[in-house]
């Protein structure tokens, strides 16, 4: 990148509504709710899109608030810094997509969750959201693990996510929900 035109011509290019790159806290969470609820309002959309679109980033965004690990001398030393973007596709669909470093020892236990949710259709997400909302399972930073299946209920789609190996300790964890019109 030679200029910041350049990076203004990327991002415009891409459909980029909003992005965010630094440290995740709640006020920056309560900022970025509320750039994203005046901008959707100003779309033409049918509101249900409006709704479905906000819930999901809010759902993402409490996943990265609450996922972030304090303990990490990584995390820590790069201040809980994480990636947001929410861009309109030229289908008309909406992408958020998320990044964050996570514990390699993690990445299993994850990986496992997100194929589990991947695998089951719109009637199966619907039970197994239930299943784990009655059995009361805990998640290690103390959710139930409701965050993903709930995403991927209200998103319509599979998601997409990825571990760029970063060394011996972390990973850094990409996510993208595409919105299903």
Same mark, same amino acid.
């Given at each position: 990148?030679?200029?910041?035109?350049?990076?203004?011509?990327?991002?415009?290019?891409?459909?980029?509504?909003?992005?965010?790159?630094?440290?995740?806290?709640?006020?920056?969470?309560?900022?970025?709710?509320?750039?994203?609820e005046s901008?959707?309002?100003?779309?033409?959309?049918?509101?249900?899109?409006? %709704?479905? !679109?906000? $819930?999901?980033?809010?759902?993402?965004?409490?996943?990265?608030?609450?996922?972030?690990?304090? #303990?990490? /001398?990584?995390?820590?030393?790069?201040?809980?810094?994480?990636?947001?973007?929410?861009?309109?596709?030229?289908?008309?669909?909406?992408?958020?997509?998320?990044?964050?470093?996570?514990?390699?020892?993690?990445?299993?236990?994850?990986?496992?969750?997100?194929?589990?949710i991947n695998?089951?259709?719109?009637?199966?997400?619907?039970?197994?959201? %239930?299943? !784990?909302? $009655?059995?009361?399972?805990?998640?290690?930073?103390?959710?139930?693990?409701?965050?993903?299946? #709930?995403? /991927?209920?209200?998103?319509?789609?599979?998601?997409?996510?990825?571990?760029?190996?970063?060394?011996?300790?972390?990973?850094?964890?990409?996510?993208?929900?595409?919105?299903?019109?």
């Amino acid at each position: 990148m030679d200029n910041i035109h350049d990076f203004y011509n990327m991002m415009e290019d891409g459909n980029i509504m909003l992005s965010f790159k630094g440290e995740v806290t709640s006020d920056l969470l309560t900022s970025i709710l509320q750039i994203m609820e005046s901008k959707m309002e100003t779309l033409d959309e049918p509101p249900k899109i409006k %709704k479905k !679109v906000y $819930n999901i980033l809010v759902e993402c965004l409490q996943n990265l608030y609450h996922h972030i690990d304090e #303990d990490d /001398a990584l995390t820590a030393a790069n201040e809980k810094t994480a990636l947001f973007m929410i861009r309109k596709n030229d289908d008309g669909e909406y992408s958020i997509m998320t990044g964050n470093y996570i514990a390699n020892e993690n990445i299993h236990i994850l990986k496992a969750r997100l194929d589990k949710i991947n695998s089951m259709d719109k009637e199966e997400l619907k039970d197994y959201y %239930k299943e !784990v909302l $009655n059995n009361g399972e805990m998640s290690a930073k103390g959710g139930g693990g409701l965050g993903m299946i #709930d995403i /991927a209920r209200k998103s319509g789609k599979k998601l997409d996510y990825d571990f760029a190996k970063i060394d011996d300790k972390f990973s850094f964890f990409s996510l993208i929900v595409n919105i299903a019109q």
